[in-house]
């Protein structure tokens, strides 16, 4: 059996929110609570953010050049500011999921072995 590179597991819910905000990003724009509902519905009420949780996120992500956010004012609605991911970001997402991979193959390596 050929050993892969050591699963940082120090981080897991940080990390597991980033990818799947950035996963909601690669499919196009989106607002905060666009982008909360739609992580909700695609899990199936698995994964919920509420705004303590999601903003920070959002910002940090913003901050790392990782999405780009831009203030769009809608006709009847009050002004937004939509999400979407930069090519840093979308590199960054797939170096994750490719983390996540290995940590999901390593982790049932071990469940696996439980009777």
């Known amino acids: 059996m050929t050993k892969g590179p050591p699963v940082n ?37 698995a994964f919920q953010f509420k705004h303590g949780t999601l903003y920070p996120i959002l910002h940090k992500l913003e901050q790392e050049q990782l999405i780009v956010g831009e203030w769009l004012e809608e006709q009847t609605k009050r002004k937004r500011k939509t999400y979407r991911l930069t090519a840093a970001g979308r590199r960054y997402l797939n170096e994750q999921i490719q983390s996540w991979q290995e940590f999901a193959s390593r982790f049932f390596d071990v469940v696996g072995e439980v009777s």
């Open 9 to 45: 597991i120090q981080n897991l819910t940080r990390s597991c929110n980033e990818v799947l905000i950035l996963s909601i990003l690669s499919t196009g724009s989106h607002h905060g609570y666009q982008l909360a509902l739609e992580l909700e519905e695609k899990s199936r009420g």
